[in-house]
């Protein structure tokens, strides 16, 4: 059962931009690092981003270094993904997580259903 809801997917041209949000359903996440990792067609899940649990430190898969930007905030129970520059190789369903700051897909406890990122070329 997802406890985090995930918005803001779509479709995109090439180089255009999206921000996802993700908020947990009913409980507050100040205390968990919040990730966001992505699964292409036929591909395992991926890491993209994580963001400390007081937003100073982040980390970024070095395909999505420069062009997305993970930010969060606390008084507003929200994670965000703001993501410039895509490509086609971008598209994919993504997921944001409640964890651990890691890059490791098995040190997050919550998930959330995943939106879908097209990026056309």
């Known amino acids: 059962q997802a406890q985090l809801v995930e918005s803001g997917g779509g479709l995109v041209q090439a180089g255009g931009s999206l921000r996802l949000s993700c908020a947990p359903s009913e409980w507050t996440f100040s205390r968990y690092a919040m990730g966001w990792f992505r699964q292409g067609p036929g591909k395992e899940r991926e890491f993209v981003a994580v963001i400390s649990t007081n937003g100073v430190g982040t980390v970024y898969a070095d395909s999505v270094k420069g062009r997305f930007t993970i930010s969060r905030d606390n008084a507003k129970n929200t994670v965000y993904l703001q993501m410039n520059g895509l490509n086609p190789e971008d598209t994919a369903v993504y997921y944001c997580?409640?964890?651990?700051?890691?890059?490791?897909?098995?040190?997050?406890?919550?998930w959330g259903q995943g939106t879908q990122v097209t990026v056309s070329s």
């Open positions: 997580a409640a964890g651990a700051f890691t890059r490791n897909v098995h040190d997050y406890a919550y």
